[in-house]
């Protein structure tokens, strides 16, 4: 997208520069060559001799209005080109930050996960060990199975959305 416009905004300038020279007196020079077939019945002096004429034009902008009006709208379309171009930059550095962001998220919840994931498998053999010496709180030991899984499944989406914002970032840089 940024390249595309940057060539248009080069087409642009181009485009301005010739409503500028169309602006300008022209003067143009030629040359032109008749054939002429022999006629019998003509008697001029220049009967079946080749013509050559030389031409000369020039060529005076009366409106000048017109062209100047038309080297303003192309800056103007130059400039909203230009506009444009910083448009789609900003948005992509906005894109990217925030996919910069939702990857040091991700990180920090895979370290969180990581760390609770640990703790509750340490409550969950204290609690197997008190389940297998006294027999009670059966329901305790499953609530921490439970609650062992739900870190799991937190991890594993904290995982997923720390590579979606790689992908993302790479995407955005052009990879």
Do not use: C
Request: no cysteine.
């Amino acid at each position: 997208m940024l390249k595309m416009l940057e060539q248009e905004e080069s087409a642009f300038i181009s485009q301005e520069k010739m409503n500028r020279k169309m602006g300008l007196p022209m003067v143009g020079i030629g040359l032109k060559y008749n054939i002429f077939k022999p006629r019998a019945n003509s008697e001029s002096m220049m009967n079946g001799q080749n013509m050559l004429m030389p031409m000369v034009t020039v060529s005076i902008p009366l409106w000048r209005k017109k062209y100047t009006a038309s080297v303003r709208e192309s800056d103007f379309m130059r400039q909203s080109i230009h506009e444009q171009k910083q448009d789609a930059g900003n948005l992509l550095m906005v894109n990217y930050e925030e996919a910069l962001k939702d990857y040091k998220d991700a990180e920090r919840r895979v370290v969180f996960y990581q760390n609770q994931t640990s703790l509750a498998n340490q409550a969950l053999n204290v609690l197997i060990v008190q389940y297998t010496t006294e027999g009670s709180n059966f329901e305790e030991v499953l609530r921490m199975q439970q609650q062992l899984l739900d870190y799991r499944f937190k991890y594993l989406d904290a995982l997923i959305d720390g590579h979606i914002a790689v992908a993302m970032m790479e995407r955005l840089m052009g990879r």
